[in-house]
């Protein structure tokens, strides 16, 4: 009975200190740091740092626990050395993050809306996925290397930044002077984001794990390395064999034509199926 009037009357507290009309500054205070939390997740997104945050989280949880349990040696270790070590180890896992949020400080375009254009309906998705599937197919017709890598969840911003800057509605012309020998941005990766290409001439980290009887170059191994480090699909167009095979997961899949491409994409990305069956009418 103690305990529930007590719980009760910090309850009363709270509510007493929350009241606007007694005193507005903590509610402000509240405000003001869930803004601050609100623009630092927003600058983040779109890259790696969000589930490097998930993770930390996950950390902070169990250290908390740790902290409270009865046992001396473990709070111990938990205080005098997992939470020093924790404090030291996010800005240096958060180094490239930080920099570009420090970068972001002087560059009021990109700061204020630049990072909240998105273009992802699924209808405009739906005409992007075609695009890719024909554009793949006809770079396989004539023999032409290609490597389109389509973001989902897990932001790549960090690898558009390290290529060339487009912006661009996807469409086959494009693709298919992008990726066309004599292009000065034909090496590498196209990333795309939503239904537009955000980057060419993109570096991407390669895969060590492409086993097998065949070798594989540095396209396939590419689009196996960032598929392994992230949840984005890969789409590469064999120089040597014209082969068009598809990287999600780290797996791969092969023997596509124009419609598989399709059908695949459609399933990976979670296109409405009501908005395909309106686009395709």
Known sequence: MFAESDWLNQIIHLFARLNPFTSPVPLIDIALVTGLFYWILK?????????????????????????????????????????????????????????????????????????????????????????????????????????IVLERNVGLQDYADRGVHLDARTSVPLLMAIFHPNAPLHDMAVLIRGERILAANVVL????????????????????????????????????????????????????NEERIVVLLVELLRIDTETNREVAA
Request: aromatic share 8%.
């Open 43 to 147: 600058m983040m997104w779109g890259t790696r740092a969000v589930q490097l945050i998930q993770g930390i989280l996950v950390i902070v949880v169990l250290v908390f626990l740790l902290a409270l349990s009865p046992f001396e040696t473990i709070r111990w270790i938990v205080v005098y050395t997992l939470q020093p070590a924790l404090v030291v180890a996010i800005p240096v896992v958060f180094q490239p993050e930080l920099r570009r949020l420090l970068e972001s400080l002087g560059q009021s375009n990109r700061l204020w809306y630049a990072n909240f254009r998105r273009r992802n309906d699924d209808g405009g998705r739906m005409q992007m996925l075609k695009t890719v599937a024909r554009s793949a197919m006809l770079l396989s017709q004539q023999g032409i290397g290609a490597l």
């Open 205 to 256: 980290p390669l895969s060590e794990e492409m086993g097998g009887a065949r070798r594989y170059g540095t396209r396939h191994r590419a689009a196996r390395g960032i598929t392994e480090q992230s949840d984005a699909v890969a789409v590469v167009v064999s120089e040597e064999t014209g082969a068009v095979t598809m990287f999600h997961d780290g797996q791969m899949i092969s023997q596509l």
